[in-house]
């Protein structure tokens, strides 16, 4: 059972390059959440999804665009990194009030 | 507005002590819940516990209990006996309900516990 998978573990990119952040999920839950770990900040939303199809913002989405075509996939795009966007990025998924279940997460650098 | 604090930034222990994590949330909801998660050095994400706003009573887990105080919007986390391995950034959360009818998380800002040997 594989949960809340994400790629890639690990990356780099210059100012001004875009990429794509995946996340897939086995477990069949409607909700998808994409955070970001700042150090000493906890977590902040960036972007939510309630089924496939639906999306919207949460606290900090500048910079950041999702889509949800599937019930397992939730991607995030970066389209014009900045430094401010070093971060760590999890995915996590659950069903209506359950816990969240968390990937492992993304270390994203911009320089 | 919806909001966990976590006063405690950083907590260091010496093994077999106990500790207590505060957690003091506000919400403008009747109904919520509240969660604490375990990160360990390692970087993922644990979750410890779920606790419904109308379940008042303590919960103790081996050496973990929790205090739900509704009268005082804490929710504290305490470990009898620490252990090396509870070295970690803990978490507590509040459910927030969403514009489309979902619901999320709001984190504090986490404490970070050292346990020493």
């Known amino acids: 059972n594989a949960g809340v998978t994400q790629t890639p573990k690990f990356r780099i990119l210059k100012i001004g390059q875009s990429m794509t952040l995946q996340c897939a999920q086995d477990m069949n839950h409607n909700y998808m959440y994409w955070y970001r770990q700042d150090p000493g900040m906890g977590l902040k939303l960036i972007y939510y999804s309630v089924g496939a199809g639906i999306t919207d913002k949460g606290e900090v989405p500048n910079g950041y665009n999702v889509s ?12 014009l990194a900045a430094p401010s966007q070093t971060s760590v990025y999890f995915c996590a998924s659950s069903q209506y009030n359950s816990p969240l279940h968390f990937g492992n997460g993304t270390r994203l650098t911009v320089t | 507005a919806q909001k966990v604090t976590q006063a405690q930034t950083e907590i260091s222990v010496v093994e077999k002590e106990d500790v207590t994590l505060d957690c ?22 644990v979750f410890l516990i779920r606790r419904n706003s109308f379940d008042e009573q303590n919960e103790i887990s081996g050496r973990y209990s929790w205090n739900f105080q509704k009268s005082t919007s804490s929710f504290n986390f305490t470990i009898t006996a620490s252990q090396v391995v509870d070295s970690a950034v803990y978490f507590c959360a509040l459910s927030e309900v969403l514009n489309q009818a979902g619901t999320a998380l709001i984190f504090g800002k986490g404490t970070t516990l050292s346990v020493s040997s």
Request: hydrophobic share 25%.
């Open chain 2, 24 to 45: 003091v949330y506000e919400t403008r909801d009747t109904t919520y819940y509240l969660f604490w998660y375990k990160q360990p050095p390692s970087g993922e994400l």
């Open chain 1, 68 to 79: 949800r075509s599937t019930t397992e996939d939730f991607p995030l795009r970066l389209e």
